[in-house]
T-cell receptor, first 115, second 113 residues
């Protein structure tokens, strides 16, 4: 696609429910990243994929968070048993090949609100 | 813990003036440096990247890098009200095998007409 596409754009869920967030990267980009941004805070790294593999999961805040990527393309971030502190904007980004001179291009994000 | 520090602002400049945004980073192994602009309620968009010491110019924007001082800056010439946004500095260190960007919290710029 022309840009990184994320869905849904907004999600309101009750505490304790599971949610799935989807990211469709730019066509041909092998690297995919998930970040989250809480109100007034900087971007927090969650996980990085190169192809279908996740060499760096260091940023996942707890075992309630998981992510997968299939076919080297679409990725899903799953949050189980959501908590109010999970409320944030979840941003997905892709880059050509994950190299240090390959800039990240961000999607418009999913705003998650846990009530 | 790698850190990227920015003055949160807000930085207010009059229209037509030069806006100077600064960023320091903690990890000497950092190789690549990026500036992103984020309008309120929107996602970050890439403005510039710089890898080598010195200046890099692109239109009204100039990025400056000094690896010895672990300092990177962004100058915006002839500032316009449409430049009002939060500017995020981001740093990559590939030493750990992961091309993870560490972001600063951003500097909010306000250009006054």
């Amino acid at each position: 696609g022309a840009g990184v596409s994320q869905s849904p754009s907004n999600k309101v869920t009750e505490k304790g429910k599971d949610v799935e967030l989807r990211c469709d990267p730019i066509s041909g980009h092998t690297a995919l990243y998930w970040y989250r941004q809480s109100l007034g805070q900087g971007l927090e790294f969650l996980i990085y994929f190169q192809g279908n593999s996740a060499p760096d999961k260091s940023g996942l805040p707890s075992d309630r968070f998981s992510a997968e990527r299939t076919g080297g393309s679409v990725s899903t971030l799953t949050i189980q048993r959501t908590q109010q502190e999970d409320s944030a904007v979840y941003l997905c980004a892709s880059s050509r090949d994950g190299s240090t001179d390959s800039p990240l291009h961000f999607g418009n994000g999913t705003r998650l609100t846990v009530t | 813990q790698k850190e990227v520090e920015q003055n949160s602002g807000p930085l207010s400049v009059p229209e037509g003036a030069i806006a100077s945004l600064n960023c320091t980073y903690s990890d000497r192994g950092s190789q690549s440096f990026f500036w992103y602009r984020q309008y309120s309620g929107k996602s970050p968009e890439l403005i510039m990247f710089i890898y080598s010491n010195g200046d890099k110019e692109d239109g009204r924007f100039t990025a400056q890098l000094n690896k010895a001082s672990q300092y990177v800056s962004l100058l915006i010439r002839d500032s316009q009200p449409s430049d009002s946004a939060t500017y995020l500095c981001a740093v990559v260190d590939s030493g750990a095998g992961s091309y993870q960007l560490t972001f600063g919290k951003g500097t909010k710029l306000s250009v006054i007409p």
